[in-house]
Each structure stands twice: as C-alpha cells, then as structure tokens.
C-alpha cells in the first residue's frame, strides 16, 4: 500500500501506511472470527424481539439495556443498596482455590495440561465434570471476603423457576424476585428461571465455565464487572465433541487428601464439552478447527441474548474497585418446538455416538 521508495515520505505518512497495514494483518487474522449482533436499544416489541434476534438465531448485545429487567434492578448496581437490601440473602457460593493446582479447584482443563481454569471443569478428557466446592453464605460475605487464596462464586443463584407442572413458579428469593420484571419485548415466552450470578473475583485471573449449552432463550444483564462469551452455534455441535459426563463433587478447597465424590452417575450431564474453546487441542478435537468462533464482550448496563442451544464459554471479571461481578439473567422456552426437537434429537445422536470415545 505504500510507495516503492519509502525513506522518501515524511514521518506522519510513514506512520499511517504502518498502522493501516497493521489493521489490515489483523484483518487477515481474524478472518475466521464470527462478531455477535449489536442493538443500540432492546426490541420494542415482540413482533421486533422475533424479526431482530429470534429469528436469527444468533448472539447479540443490546447496548442500552439497564431497564431490560424493569427500572428497580439497575440499582442493584449500585453495591451500597445491593447489600443495605439483600446483603443478608444467603445463596450456595461455589469455593474456588486458585492456589491449587489440582483437579476440582478449577485449575485443570480437559486435556489436563495444568492451565488454570476456575468453575465448573472437564477432566480426564471429558469423562467427569468437576462441580465445585459450595458453602451456603450470605451475599455480605461473598463480597467482603478478602482471601486471595479463594475466589467465591454464586453460580445460578435462583431468585424463581416454574414447576415442573409448569402452572405455578416456586419462589425461592422473594425479596429480590419482586423488584425483577419480565421485559415487554418477551411476554409472550414463558419464563423458565431468573437467575442472580455474583461473585468476588480479587485474583488477576477471571472465573471461567467450561463450554456446554442451556436449552433456553438467555437473556442476561450485566450490572457489575464484565463478562466475555465465547461461543458456538447450536448448528455446529458436532464440531464440539459433547458427551455424557459423569458429576463429581470437589471436596473443600484446603482439603488436600480428600478426592472428589461422584454424583449423579445414573444421570449423567449431557449438555457440557470436553473442548476448552480458548486453548484448544485440535490433535484431539480436530473438528473443532473448522468451528466458527463467536465472541462477546458485555459490559455493565448491556445485555446478551443467547439463542437456545448456543454452546457457551463465560469468563468473569471482577470491577476494578472492589472485584465484584455481579448479574442477573432469565432463561425462557424457545417458542420454536420444531426447533428444540430437532435439537434434542440431535445432541443425542451426538452424545451417543461420542459416548465410547
């Protein structure tokens, strides 16, 4: 892009014709990267909600989406009112000790090659998913905990969920569930759970969940800190290896002899993969090389809608004041049965073809 004889141009043009060829490598690089949808405002309407993002079956990030969930959670934003009001709320806290480096701490990853990875994990190359270490608190000590040796996590906090007969919803935190409202743009879809994710991230190092889907419409506001998402469409599954994967339970973070204790091995998890989306293993995962990588960084007072199905990486950030991270999410049933079917019926194919592997 630039001319032949370069020692003849002044200064300033040099350094343009360097920085545009720099985009441009960049440019090059990121070729095989997907880029989630952007909104400026979230949907005025149903009728908007399905044309602009249902429809399209794909991540985006709605920009302006502090009242999303009604006018009374963006003050919980505000960490002084969040805890003068719910402080005293107590939540199962997932137990991370990131001074270990060992299985069931979040500190090894599917391949096992000793990267630090804090949540929920894949081992012994997708045979088990270590569940953390969880201890009921309230969320006064989540926030004010000072251990640098532990990072505390209120995974999936519940505020309410329908019932399994779907006609009554179970109130599990009446005190905060009252002040969340079901956005205008969504009425029509019925509200599976609404979720609070809050957690005190002191390390350098964010928390991070391993890759799996959620067969719900995700629609989640981030209030405190930041969040990435690394994901794949639903459409590429199998270029994600899922697979049944038996739960095992960590035991404390400073218990060094206790091993993990495995549950649920009549029901088996079927929504996780054994692939690390960040530091991939082709030569074990070689289809997931041709995977379409899509990335999406949430800021306070934005919101992400997560089509159904769309396989998830989260990494957590802590604000730069005080560590928090803080959001709240509510999933809902995808109005598209066809769909969830189809999806069903293949991610069991999936998983069971891949189940002796």
């Known amino acids: 892009p630039c001319p032949p004889d370069m020692s003849r141009l002044p200064d300033l043009l040099l350094f343009w014709c360097l920085l545009w060829s720099y985009f441009l490598l960049q440019?090059?690089?990121d070729a095989d990267a997907a880029s989630c949808l952007r909104l400026k405002h979230p949907p005025k309407d149903f009728d908007d909600?399905?044309?602009?993002?249902?429809?399209?079956?794909?991540?985006?990030v709605i920009e302006d989406a502090w009242q999303v969930f009604g006018k009374r959670i963006p003050q919980w934003s505000n960490l002084t009112f969040f805890l003068e009001k719910f402080g005293e709320v107590r939540m199962a806290a997932s137990v991370f000790n990131v001074e270990r480096d060992r299985p069931g701490q979040g500190m090894t990853t599917s391949a096992g090659d000793?990267?630090?990875?804090?949540?929920?994990?894949?081992?012994?190359?997708?045979?088990?998913?270590?569940?953390?270490?969880?201890?009921?608190?309230?969320?006064?000590?989540?926030?004010?905990?000072?251990?640098?040796?532990?990072?505390?996590?209120?995974?999936?906090?519940?505020?309410?969920?329908?019932?399994?007969d779907r006609e009554r919803r179970r109130v599990f935190e009446p005190s905060m569930f009252k002040q969340w409202k079901k956005p205008s743009f969504a009425q029509p879809l019925q509200a599976d759970e609404v979720n609070v994710w809050a957690g005190n991230i002191t390390s350098k190092r964010p928390k991070e969940s391993p890759l799996h889907h959620d067969p719900f419409e995700n629609l989640m506001l981030q209030l405190v800190g930041r969040k990435t998402f690394v994901m794949?469409?639903?459409?590429?599954?199998?270029?994600?290896y899922p697979r049944f994967m038996t739960a095992r339970h960590a035991p404390p973070p400073d218990d060094l002899k206790t091993k993990g204790e495995d549950r649920n091995t009549s029901d088996p998890r079927d929504n996780f993969s054994p692939v690390d989306p960040n530091r991939p293993d082709?030569?074990?995962?070689?289809?997931?090389?041709?995977?379409?990588?899509?990335?999406?960084h949430l800021n306070p007072g934005e919101a992400l809608y997560m089509p159904s199905f769309t396989w998830h990486n989260v990494l957590s950030y802590g604000d730069t004041e005080h560590g928090i991270n803080l959001g709240v999410n509510a999933w809902f049933r995808t109005p598209n049965e066809d769909f969830f079917k189809e999806m069903e019926e293949e991610l069991s194919r999936l998983t069971s073809t891949r189940h002796e592997l």
């Open 27 to 29: 440019a090059v690089c």
């Open 49 to 60: 909600f399905s044309a602009s993002l249902l429809s399209k079956r794909w991540p985006a």
């Open 114 to 164: 000793g990267v630090d990875r804090f949540g929920l994990t894949p081992v012994e190359r997708g045979s088990h998913l270590w569940m953390p270490f969880r201890k009921l608190m309230t969320l006064n000590d989540v926030f004010a905990s000072r251990n640098s040796a532990h990072m505390l996590f209120v995974e999936e906090g519940e505020l309410a969920a329908e019932a399994e």
């Open 232 to 240: 794949v469409s639903a459409s590429e599954s199998e270029k994600v």
């Open 282 to 296: 082709y030569d074990q995962f070689p289809l997931f090389k041709e995977a379409k990588i899509i990335r999406c």
